[in-house]
């Protein structure tokens, strides 16, 4: 098989640890017999600098063109602190969700033996969790309009929009998640509040009849964000909508004490994007010292959810799992024998060539 990848290693040190995913896409392509062919463009910030735009049109049609996506992050402190920028590099990510129709954003939350003792919950409480967060991506209040100023300027508005088709697509999704796995579905919503949360509500109702088996409960988003640290081994899918799932997945993220190690999917209608959960990271960019585990675990999650070769993400994970076991990691979890970025792709990759 030819595995035709966009790559967009994006901001900070996106760049590196992308080189680190590709290696070990590479190493196991070889030794299945398959190939992959990258085309890389700009995101982001490096975006604005080459091109003034933070997702280019050229980028845009790169990633329209490709299989699948593989993002590095965005972000870079200069725009942080300047609310008046015209552009940021921010809003590049939106497009590119905007644009490919990136609805669904899939942030499985597992835990790694080795990293437990980094979480911080008590051990107890979070050894065996294991659910996946669910975020609607392309709706809501990140996308609502009316959105802006008042002419005095005075007043700012943004407005959170849902239409049924844009909840019957995720939900599907969701239940079809939950079918696969333990079949309880959370949905997350403040239905006491919000009239996009009764539509919500209201839409899971009408399409659960059709999935008898999956167990359905409601819960309100100031609970939820409580239950993730209380209990969280009491959820296996959850679902909400953009701005809660915002929320609650970096909540969600952090609790597992391994948030170097996250992947993330971004399932869309023209194609899709496999990203790790961390940002930009920029204090560490060109340093070679970052984790590249949650991006080639990224990797992983793109062979086996856009190219449908499952065992050659096994055995991507397989490696980084070894590579725990054997202490060949970054600085942020081993700080006394650390290897460097480069040299946990290469011992990775290696790895999987001699499986
Ligand atoms: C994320 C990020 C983005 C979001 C920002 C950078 C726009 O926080 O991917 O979760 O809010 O969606
Ligand atoms: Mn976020």
Known sequence: MKLNIAVLPGDGIGPEIVEQAKKSLDAVLKKKGHEANYTEAPVGAVAIDQTGDPYPEETHQICMNADAVLFGAIGDPKYDNDPKAKVRPEQGLLAMRKKLGLYANIRPVTTFPSLIHKSPLRSDLVDGADFVAIRELTGGIYFG????????GRTAYDTNVYTVEEIE????LAFDFAMKRRKKLTVVDKANVLATSRLWRETVQAIAPDFLE???EYMFVDNAAMQIIQWPKRFDV?????MFGDILTDEASVITGSLGLLPSA???VHTSVFEPIHGSYPQAAGKNIANPLATI???ALMLESAFNLKEEANMIRT??????????????IDKSNALSTSEVGDWIAEYITSM
């Not at 309009?145 to 005095?152: A, I, K, L, M, Y």
């Not at 490696?319 to 600085?331: F, I, M, N, P, R």
């Open 145 to 152: 309009r009316p959105q802006g100023r008042s002419e005095d």
């Open 297 to 299: 675990l990224s990797a």
């Open 319 to 332: 490696a980084v799992e070894a590579s725990l076991e054997q202490g060949k990691v970054t600085e942020d």
């Open 238 to 242: 959850m679902l909400t909508e953009n």
């Open 266 to 268: 971004s399932i869309g």
């Open 214 to 216: 999956v167990e359905v």
């Open 169 to 172: 697509r995720i939900t599907r």
